[in-house]
């Protein structure tokens, strides 16, 4: 099992959900009431054997009883409570991760009244800035909100959503779709099945659309510039839309968010989910990967799908009893901003500020098209291998515009020997690990000669008398 396992306050909860006595509970496992009753003040730590009588006598996810939950949760209570407002009180991990395992419906509460405090302060400022400027109020950029309050719901599901996964997998099996055709086959399904055709055109519009629905004419237009791909994401979506609506609709009624925006946001996502799972069905994807090792251009040529499609399905293969290496994705522009963002890991993203400069990802523009792999290392101790790269997305003419990324995949350490990437790599040199952090704003580290910026709650420690090489020395 690794580290011994001290989940008391999880597996009280778990057993009071199910209105069992500890004395039932305790004789259900075969063990005594008292001995029980200290794993459950984490007074003893649940061993190997009394976790395998768990998951055999009822049938419980492993998943439940692990750190990676707690451990995303405290990550986020730091960067919360390192925030000005709070006089900087920034709290040690530790006692962090003591305060999620007590009472981590308390702390997912705290955290919700943070970031709506974060929105607010957001939209104050802006507006105060626009009245400055003597602009228009309307542009209020507080529409970022419901992008953070998704992101939560998919790191909450650990970024896998069973119900799509498997009514892709389902479809894709009764349909008889074949690995490398997905255009083709999706485009007879959907005019065989829902009566829409699909029409390429060359006229992409001022706004630059890919993809355009007419439900009058029940008519699908996609972008001939768009490689045949990327128009097979753009099919799947839409059939993860009119296909399994209700299924997105209910999935999206149980979150329960605060507003339609997220709502809507989040049916986006979930569609764009079951592309993926659709043209990289479950089962079939998991296997190829394994064999050939996680390597991500190969899957890319095996599916027709893209680098980032197949680094973005990579990180959702979570199914309780069949998971792949749990990764992060990531996408980053070339100002450092992160798009798009999906973790199965316990990787800490900051949630405000960019990301750390000596993150392999910011070095992949610097190398076009080269994977670049990095051992990293986060202030919390937990390593990572790394992999990342740059795609770009092309318009299709000339003077047509261009988006480039870089696209970051990553696992813990000890997952490193499953991937391809890391042949020729020495994952015991320590002296090789790079000391990254989530972002300057919330990182600890003393000795960084690329922050950008100190710590928020840091109180600075100026001595006019001397320049070292560390930018910001703090107390």
Same mark, same amino acid.
């Given at each position: ?29 075969? $063990? ?38 707690? =451990? ?37 509460? *705290? ?9 607010? =302060? ?38 896998? +959503? ?26 007879? !399904? ?27 004419? &029940? ?13 097979? *994401? ?9 296909? !399994? ?11 329960? *968010? ?20 659709? +043209? ?14 996680? =390597? ?41 901003? $992160? &798009? ?24 992949? *523009? ?69 000391? +990254? ?15 950008? !910026? ?6 600075? =420690? ?14």
């Amino acid at each position: 099992m690794g580290r011994k396992l001290y989940p008391g306050p999880k597996l009280r909860r778990y057993r009071e959900q199910l209105g069992m006595a500890q004395n039932d509970f305790a004789d259900t496992l075969g $063990i005594s009431a008292s001995y029980l009753n200290q794993i459950e003040n984490n007074q003893r730590p649940l061993t190997a054997s009394v976790l395998l009588k768990l998951t055999n006598s009822f049938d419980v996810d492993l998943q439940t009883f692990s750190d990676e939950q707690d =451990d995303r949760l405290a990550a986020e209570l730091r960067e919360a409570t390192g925030d000005p407002l709070l006089q900087g009180m920034p709290l040690d991990l530790r006692e962090l991760k003591d305060v999620v395992a007590v009472s981590p419906a308390m702390v997912k509460a *705290f955290l919700t009244l943070y970031r709506a405090y974060q929105e607010s =302060d957001t939209s104050y400022r802006n507006l105060a800035e626009e009245l400055r400027e003597g602009e228009a109020i309307s542009a209020l950029s507080g529409a970022q909100f419901p992008y953070e309050e998704v992101r939560d719901y998919f790191y909450l599901r650990n970024n896998h +959503i069973e119900e799509l996964d498997q009514a892709a997998e389902q479809l894709y099996s009764a349909k008889g779709f074949r690995v490398g055709n997905a255009e083709k086959d999706l485009i007879r !399904f959907l005019s065989e099945e829902h009566g829409i055709s699909c029409v390429l055109t060359n006229e992409r519009g001022t706004s630059g659309e890919v993809r355009h629905f007419d439900p009058k004419t &029940s008519t699908l237009y996609l972008c001939e510039a768009q490689t045949s791909a990327r128009r097979a *994401f753009q099919i799947a979506y839409q059939i993860g839309l009119v296909q !399994f609506g209700n299924e997105i609709k209910d999935l999206i009624q149980r979150a329960s *968010f605060a507003s339609r925006e997220t709502e809507s946001v989040c049916r986006i996502g979930l569609a764009n989910y079951f592309a993926g799972a659709l +043209i990289m069905p479950y089962n079939l994807f998991l296997a190829e990967a394994k064999r050939c090792k996680y =390597d991500v251009e190969k899957l890319e040529l095996r599916f027709g799908s893209t680098f980032e499609a197949v680094c973005h399905r990579l990180s959702t293969l979570q199914r309780p009893g069949a998971k792949g290496v749990p990764f992060y994705f990531v996408r980053v522009d070339m100002a450092g901003n $992160i &798009s798009k963002r999906q973790s199965a890991t316990v990787f800490n993203f900051a949630r405000s500020g960019g990301a750390c400069p000596l993150w392999n990802v910011h070095e992949a *523009f610097s190398s076009p098209g080269r994977i670049l792999t990095q051992i990293a290392r986060m202030p919390d101790g937990q390593t990572y291998f790394c992999i990342a790269r740059t795609v770009t997305k092309r318009g299709g003419g000339y003077l047509d515009p261009v988006r480039k990324f870089a696209v970051g995949l990553g696992c813990q350490a000890q997952y490193a020997k499953e991937l391809v990437y890391s042949a020729g790599v020495d994952l015991d040199n320590d002296e090789a690990v790079v000391p +990254i952090g989530p972002g300057c704003r919330v990182c600890e580290r003393r000795d960084c000669p690329q922050r950008a !910026f100190p710590p928020v709650g840091r109180r600075l =420690d100026v001595d006019e008398n001397r320049r070292g090489f560390k930018p910001y020395s703090f107390a």
